[in-house]
């Protein structure tokens, strides 16, 4: 059920002098059950590069298979597509209408036309992968705090059962507490279920904890993809892009510039102190 | 004498039904004492929920306190005559950047704040052009807000505080809602107004490599504020912090791991240089 | 969709009537369009061309640009002319089926064609030359003298210039909204009337919402920066007028003199 990009290319305002490049020749493989993160600065095309994958945009150039079927083919469902492939925008809570958080939850089942009764199941299973109690069914999604809001957006797109999940920046505008909750119920999820995740992020610590794979954008190009330990290593490549690595990864960077005999390739604070203690005992 | 002075200030939030009867009363913010001097920067952290921005909009007197008195420059933000002195000389910066700018003109937008005061046109003139400057953004004065970066519109907001001549500046969350470029230039601007103009500026944030280079650290929880100190006081205490659920730079972090695995590190290490030169001097110790 | 209407966009050029008043702007184009019904007369329709023509070549802005704005309109105006050309009583001059055309009619539906394009060229010429807050700000100063009777006109001015500057914010927000419920398997395109209104909930609930908040936000921020209505409060860039602007409301007199003397002296 892998979702595929093959020489993806994609100009906005294509037909006016303005035409923005904002997709080059991008090629991704987005198999089962992997957790990615995608991390770009604003406007290297990573929320572009998002909306290409439920079908949302189409490709200027280049295709784009489900399951091997070119999603662009005239007998190929959108509807069933953006149920497979599930998206979860930036800031997901503004979405949010209904009367009571199981309602809003059901919207998205209900219009894959599915039976009352799977609706109501998909929706409550959503709800508690997510982390919100029953007692919370019967609010109005407005009375909530931010996280207890993005929660529930998130259920509404986990409701239609989709095989990969993608979020476009989930933690913004959250407190520290709200984003470990959040990552932590995505990962948790992630387990749970089985299905892929892309995480897309401007933030490399965010993302180092959780995922296996990363893919860098810039400009509209993928600049690495690769697993985070690797991608850390190219320092300079991401600064000079605009993005940073781990906190964690620069000091070990400079204290092999010291001359002590760390692993760089360390990339949480456990592995790092691990790696010091070494260097400190050998050395 | 202090630029803003806090005692004993708490508020009350009274939350009604759908009919308007009084359901309720929350205490947002809870018997906090605090005293700012001129020229200081100021942080204020601490998680969604911890009263810091009900605070922060005392000082600013869009809120007054329930009980307790706010001093801003001198000024009781209770009487009803003072409310525009107070604004004038503590400007406030919010978090969301496009709903704050109220030209459709860079330059109109940071000339919104003077205009209201009353200010000869041509003195406004020269204000938008010394604050854009001030913030990096000069080039960018006859253009359009909309097509601007949240970094940019940031900037654009703090010189329209900026050109109202304010003593004191409260930036509340200014950089929540940015990417971390916009970040860095925001916070590169507040720095450079706090260093170079002399204006107090408190910074309400809950990104902890922003509070680094602050005068004071204020944490705040549940409406009270249970630490106070140097940044590098307050960073020394991880657990506590941690418990409040707040972020602790990776470097104190992970210094503060070592400390645990035995190594003599001393406390509240900030940055990775402080770090590298402490492990160096283990290393050539042992 | 609705940014393809390019129909009276201002266009950013240098130019006479870009530098000018925008109260001057504001008055003549009113008296341009009182000056198109009142005038019954061939001969004034050709001098109000030629004016026409004239502020066209002094506003620098391409004419191929303003007519490109015009395609969306053109549909409103056909209606109107051919409302004319058959429901005006008078000598038929052709007729077939239960329809009659009249001299009255031709003469009438020619009059209306002229007056409309006319006057829709001159009023997008407004708008062309004169960026939105420049018309507010026009709107306000030319209104003042209503203060006098509680009319709440800076009010109404902050509000329109507060509209156009969150317009686009909010249409950017629309799509937003929009894209998010159809990844949640929305449709807005098929069904009947009824369904496709039904399926805008999801899309208007969470607007409003939004428009709210930003209203509420704007508000707050507005007070801090003192603002407290229009009492008292100097102006970043007051109106003035200049020489250029006086010459200006010399030339719209003597058009309105010809055009009265025209349709005394050559009436049809």
């Known amino acids: 059920m892998s979702l595929k990009l093959e020489h993806v290319n994609y100009i906005y305002g294509s037909d006016t002098k303005l035409a923005v490049h904002a997709l080059k020749d991008i090629c991704l493989e987005i198999p089962d059950g992997q957790f990615i993160g995608l991390i770009g600065h604003t406007g290297s095309g990573k929320s572009t590069l998002v909306q290409h994958l439920n079908g949302l945009l189409e490709p200027t150039e280049g295709k784009i298979f489900y399951d091997g079927r070119d999603i662009w083919e005239k007998s190929f469902s959108k509807k069933e597509l953006r149920s497979n492939v599930g998206l979860v925008f930036q800031y997901p809570e503004h979405q949010l209408f209904e009367v009571d958080v199981f309602s809003d939850v059901c919207y998205g089942p209900k219009n894959l036309g599915l039976p009352k009764e799977e609706v109501e199941a998909r929706a409550r299973q959503a709800l508690r992968l997510v982390g919100l109690s029953e007692e919370y069914d019967k609010q109005s999604p407005f009375e909530l705090s931010g996280g207890q809001k993005r929660r529930v957006a998130i259920a509404g797109v986990l409701a239609m059962r989709p095989k990969i999940l993608v979020l476009d920046e989930p933690t913004a505008g959250l407190d520290p507490k709200g984003r470990d909750e959040i990552l932590g119920q995505i990962a948790h999820l992630k387990r749970e279920t089985g299905i892929s995740v892309v995480l897309v992020s401007h933030s490399m610590e965010d993302v180092a904890n959780y995922v296996e794979r990363i893919v860098v954008m810039n400009r509209g190009s993928v600049l690495f993809d690769d697993v985070p330990r690797e991608v850390f290593g190219h320092v300079k490549e991401l600064e000079e892009v605009g993005l940073a690595a781990p906190q964690v990864t620069y000091i070990l960077h400079q204290l092999v510039e010291c001359g002590f005999a760390v692993d760089r390739q360390a990339t949480t604070i456990a592995e790092a102190r691990d790696t010091i203690l070494n260097a400190l005992k050998t050395g | 004498m202090s630029i803003i002075e806090a005692a004993h200030v708490s508020y009350d939030y009274i939350r009604r039904d759908e009919e308007g009867n009084i359901e309720g009363e929350v205490r947002a913010v809870n018997d906090v004492s605090l005293s700012i001097a001129p020229g200081d920067f100021i942080a204020i952290l601490g998680h969604n929920g911890s009263g810091k921005s009900t605070l922060a909009k005392h000082i600013n007197a869009l809120l007054v306190p329930s009980e307790g008195t706010v001093l801003v420059d001198g000024k009781d933000t209770k009487l009803e005559e003072n409310v525009w002195e107070v604004r004038q000389s503590a400007g406030m910066v919010f978090q969301n950047p496009d709903n704050q700018i109220i030209g459709q003109v860079v330059e109109e937008d940071v000339g919104f704040g003077p205009e209201n005061m009353g200010i000869p046109t041509k003195e406004i003139w020269e204000r938008v052009e010394e604050s854009l400057k001030m913030v990096g953004m000069y080039a960018y004065r006859k253009h359009s807000p909309n097509k601007l970066s949240g970094g940019q519109k940031q900037r654009v907001s703090i010189a329209g505080v900026l050109a109202m001549h304010p003593k004191c500046i409260v930036l509340d969350e200014p950089t929540a809602m940015l990417d971390p470029n916009g970040r860095k230039d925001v916070i590169r601007a507040a720095r450079a107004l706090n260093d170079v103009e002399g204006v107090t500026v408190i910074l309400i944030t809950h990104y902890m490599e922003e509070v680094i280079f602050a005068d004071r650290v204020f944490v705040m929880d549940e409406g009270r504020i249970v630490m106070q100190g140097t940044p590098r006081e307050v960073f020394s205490q991880v657990e506590r912090l941690q418990k409040l659920r707040l972020d602790v730079p990776q470097v104190t972090l992970l210094a503060h791991e070592l400390q645990k695995s035995g190594l003599p590190l001393p406390d509240g290490i900030l940055t990775a240089e402080e770090l590298t030169a402490e492990l160096e001097k283990l290393r050539d110790a042992g | ?268």
């Open chain 3, 1 to 268: 969709m609705i940014r393809d209407i390019t129909l009276g966009q201002y266009y950013q050029t240098e130019s006479v009537l870009h530098r000018m008043d925008c109260r001057v702007k504001l008055v003549a184009t009113l008296a341009f369009i009182i000056s198109l019904f009142i005038v019954d007369s061939w001969w004034g329709y050709v001098l109000a061309a030629l004016f026409l023509v004239l502020c066209i070549r002094l506003s620098k802005v391409p004419f191929k640009f303003m007519v490109k704005g015009m395609k969306s309109i053109v549909f409103l105006m056909l209606f109107a002319v051919v409302f004319n050309l058959f429901l005006t009583p008078g000598t038929p001059v052709v007729s077939f089926w239960k329809l009659r055309i009249t001299d009255a009619g031709i003469r009438m539906a020619l009059q209306m064609a002229i007056r409309l394009t006319m006057l829709i060229i001159g009023s997008s010429l407004m708008t062309l030359t004169t960026t939105p807050n420049h018309l507010t700000d026009g709107m306000e100063s030319l209104l003042n003298p209503l203060k006098k009777i509680k009319v709440p006109v800076h009010e109404v001015a902050m509000m329109m210039s507060i509209a156009l500057r969150f317009i686009p914010i909010l249409l950017e927000e629309t799509d937003k909204i929009m894209k998010a419920q159809i990844a949640r398997g929305a449709d807005f395109d098929s069904g009947n009337l009824l369904q496709k209104a039904k399926a805008m909930v999801p899309l208007l609930v969470p607007l409003f919402i939004a428009a709210f908040r930003r209203a509420n936000d704007l508000a707050m921020a507005m007070e801090a920066r003192c603002y407290r209505g229009g009492e008292g409060r100097t102006k970043m860039k007051p109106l003035i007028y200049r020489k250029s602007d006086y010459a200006a409301y010399g030339v719209l007199a003597l058009y309105l003199v010809l055009m009265i003397v025209v349709g005394r002296i050559l009436p049809i």
